[in-house]
Nanobody, 123 residues
Framework: QVQLVESGGGLVQAGSSLRLSCAAS????????MGWFRQAPGKEREFVAH????????YSANSMAGRFTISRDNAKNTVYLQMDSLKPEDTAVYYC????????????????WGQGTQVTVSS
C-alpha cells in the first residue's frame, strides 16, 4: 500500500503563489506516475498534472497551463505542485495520487489517493 499526505494549502490572495507537497510512504514511488487533481465545491474532480518516473510531464489543457508546475524529488519520495498567479477559480481541494504504471495519457483512475489539502484564493 501507498500512503499519500498532502500539505502546503491555505488561504491566499489572488496573484499569490503556493507550493503543495505530497509525501509518499509505505512503498517507494520512484517508478510511479504521480498526479495532482483538484475538486472545487459543487464540481467534479479534475486532472491538474502528472509526472512520470522519467520526468515526463502532462498538464491539463485549461487555464492552469503555464501557471502550475509539477516536480518530484525521488530521494524524498515527494511530489510538488508549484502554483503561481493564483486566481479565485483555483479555489479547491487539491489531491495527490499515485499509479504504478508509466502513464502517457490523461487518467483519473489512480489506485492511491491522499486526503487532500484545501487551497482558497481570495479576490
Amino acid at each position: 500500500q501507498v500512503q499519500l499526505v498532502e500539505s502546503g494549502g491555505g488561504l491566499v490572495q489572488a496573484g499569490s503563489s503556493l507550493r503543495l507537497s505530497c509525501a509518499a510512504s509505505g512503498r517507494t514511488v520512484t517508478r510511479y506516475t504521480m498526479g495532482w487533481f483538484r475538486q472545487a465545491p459543487g464540481k467534479e474532480r479534475e486532472f491538474v498534472a502528472h509526472i512520470t518516473w522519467t520526468g515526463n510531464r502532462l498538464y491539463s489543457a485549461n487555464s492552469m497551463a503555464g501557471r502550475f508546475t509539477i516536480s518530484r524529488d525521488n530521494a524524498k519520495n515527494t511530489v510538488y505542485l508549484q502554483m503561481d498567479s493564483l486566481k479565485p477559480e483555483d479555489t479547491a481541494v487539491y489531491y495527490c495520487a499515485a499509479d504504478p504504471r508509466t502513464l502517457t495519457q490523461y487518467n483519473m483512475n489512480y489506485p492511491y489517493w491522499g486526503q487532500g489539502t484545501q487551497v482558497t484564493v481570495s479576490s
